[in-house]
């Protein structure tokens, strides 16, 4: 997610991407490694699914990211998915630790 994009959903990075190698110049070339890389992301939403059934699992994933200088995203998506999960508790430390931080510029 880069800043100032908008969602009508919520969206957590987990630092996973995906990506081809292929360099495409024409329609022909293009579509078959169009159509390799779609079956790669279904593949991929299904993994995700799979890994977080639920905002449970999505909050023990959370919970597990770096916090500190630089982390500011992952600390910020960890409060938002422990507070939907009902931690309460950890989820009001998250913002904190963010507040906390040394502005990486002056």
Do not use: K, Y
Request: proline share 6%; hydrophobic share 40%.
């Amino acid at each position: 997610m880069r800043p100032g994009q908008d969602f009508a959903h919520f969206a957590f990075g987990v630092g996973e991407r995906l990506s081809g190698d292929a360099a495409c110049r024409s329609d022909e070339r293009f579509r078959p490694v169009a159509d390799g890389l779609a079956l790669r992301a279904a593949c991929h939403v299904r993994r995700l699914r799979d890994r977080f059934p639920d905002l449970e699992a999505l909050s023990a994933c959370s919970a597990l990211q770096g916090t500190g200088r630089g982390w500011s995203w992952d600390t910020w998506n960890a409060g938002v998915a422990t507070a939907l999960a009902g931690d309460t508790s950890e989820a009001r430390q998250r913002p904190t630790a963010i507040l906390d931080e040394e502005p990486i510029a002056p």
